[in-house]
């Protein structure tokens, strides 16, 4: 079972969604809004978007029922993402480690997963946010939208109902680990491409090899070799 809220405007809704925890027992409970005035991304982050244009999305569920480790279920939630939309927009959908969606080399989802005590019990809580309709990007040149990237105009609140029972669907029929991870390494953004990082505040070229199991990915960097990095640790520049 599962329930679907809207909110005409929030701060941000995975601060919200604790609220609508106390009177439901659902086993996935959503809240959404397409305006969002506070979002936060990853590692504190802020995440910007145009009112009534993008889609703030958050979806809770207990973490007793997932039976997957966290880095494990941060790689399936974008891997259940990319594939929403790829199939949306028949589009080569791209996961940038450790979750950012990516749409011909331009961010589209930023996705933000916390782990909550609510009410005693231990919820994930999935926060994502879609850039559908927003046109202009002046502040953040890698990032577009599924309008500028596609031409195709979605409207907002099909998108989400579809979304949403898309994520439900996927969520009841989890796979193995070594599915999730393997097919994490297929769709993989400048996997096995040189690109150039930023190391210790130095560039240097590099070719990303694949993601592991602990949340850690492997570069072949031009000057230290084979290594590995968690999240802030070395940064893609695309």
């Known amino acids: 079972m599962s329930q679907l809220f809207y909110l005409k405007e929030c ?48 979806l809770a569920t207990k973490a007793e029922n997932i039976k997957l480790s966290d ?8 891997n259940i993402i990319r594939d929403f ?12 480690w450790p979750n950012d969606i990516i749409l011909k080399s331009k961010k589209i989802v930023g996705i933000l997963i916390e782990k909550k005590k609510i009410n005693q019990d231990n ?28 031409n195709k105009h979605f409207d907002l609140n099909a998108f989400t109902i579809s979304l949403h029972d898309f994520l439900v669907e996927k969520l009841n029929k989890i796979p193995s680990e070594t599915e ?18 930023e190391l210790n505040g130095q560039r240097q070229n590099g070719i990303i090899k694949n993601a592991d199991k602990n949340g850690e990915i492997w ?20």
């Open 11 to 58: 701060s941000s809704t995975n601060d919200e969604i604790s609220k609508f925890l106390l009177y439901e027992n659902s086993d996935f409970t959503a809240l959404y809004t397409f305006n969002q005035t506070n979002g936060r991304g990853q590692y504190g982050n802020t995440w910007s978007s145009t009112a009534e244009k993008n889609l703030a999305y958050t």
């Open 71 to 78: 880095f494990m279920f941060n790689y399936y939630t974008a």
């Open 85 to 96: 939309l790829a199939n949306l927009t028949e589009n080569n959908i791209k996961i940038k």
């Open 123 to 150: 919820y994930f809580i999935i926060g994502a946010g879609f850039n559908v309709l927003q046109e202009k990007f002046d502040e953040i040149s890698n990032a577009g939208s599924l309008l500028t990237l596609t």
């Open 180 to 197: 999730i991870l393997n097919y994490f390494n297929v769709n993989l953004f400048r996997k096995n491409e040189i690109s150039v990082f």
């Open 219 to 238: 570069i072949d960097l031009e000057n230290d070799g084979l290594k590995s990095f968690y999240h802030k640790e070395i940064k893609l520049l695309y």
